[in-house]
């Protein structure tokens, strides 16, 4: 019987918790591209890169639209970070990182995989 893989960001690479959030706030690196802001950690105890994504209600009233936003960047992370994990897997390290929307535009999912990619790539060129 063939084992078919779940296409899913599993709760361990999820970004939650207080203390974890506000380390990353306080110790990580912000930087933007058009359209997004972010902010990484590099850490060494964790077994899994694990991720964030936040839309300001500031931006988008409507919790439908952030919550569109928020699912097309997860979707746009999920399908690209393969190519982080293969650098980073040399040097033995994970990534804490954030994604926050920044613009009042909604943007198709090709835009926000495009400004993903540029992400991931900054991020691998730093680490």
Do not use: W
């Amino acid at each position: 019987v063939e084992q078919q893989t779940r296409n899913t960001l599993p709760k361990k690479e999820r970004l939650c918790g207080k203390t974890s959030i506000s380390m990353l706030l306080a110790k990580g690196k912000f930087s933007n591209v058009p359209g997004m802001r972010f902010i990484f950690r590099k850490e060494t105890g964790n077994e899994a890169d694990r991720i964030m994504v936040s839309v300001p209600k500031k931006l988008f009233k409507r919790a439908v639209k952030r919550n569109l936003l928020k699912r097309r960047t997860r979707e746009a992370y999920r399908l690209n970070r393969e190519e982080l994990r293969a650098r980073l897997n040399e040097a033995g390290a994970h990534i804490q990182m954030a994604f926050i929307y920044s613009t009042k535009e909604c943007h198709s999912y090709k835009t926000i995989d495009h400004a993903v990619q540029r992400i991931l790539q900054q991020i691998s060129e730093r680490v």
